[in-house]
């Protein structure tokens, strides 16, 4: 059975970080692409970050560039968001999203296997 599992969220004060893991089970990401959206409260889920299935291309949305990097580690089959310089608008449940293809994309209908999703929260 195919098993997204996002940790790493919580409550974090405006300018801090997070870094959140998404581990895979059930079969290899290596030749997958990755990506992490976010949905806030009332709010559409939206494209966080994605990444390639070598980690050699990453995407990330306007609102988070230069503050988030994503990153993958193959070997542990893990997926990572490193979060610096969190603020109030960056709140919300974190979703790990896995293709069955080697690139990514912006859209979450691209993605085939999904994570439960993570909190974070950030106070102002």
Known sequence: Q???VESGGGLV???GSLRLSCAASGWTISTSGMGWFRQAP???REFVAAINWRGSTTYYADSVKGRFTISRDNTKNTVYLQMN??????T????CAAAWDKSYSVY???YDSWGQGTQVTVSS
Request: no cysteine; aromatic share 14%.
């Open 2 to 4: 195919v098993q997204l």
């Open 13 to 15: 004060q405006a300018g």
């Open 42 to 44: 009332g709010k559409e």
């Open 85 to 90: 310089s969190l603020n109030a608008e960056d």
């Open 92 to 95: 919300g449940v974190y979703y």
């Open 108 to 110: 979450d209908g691209w």
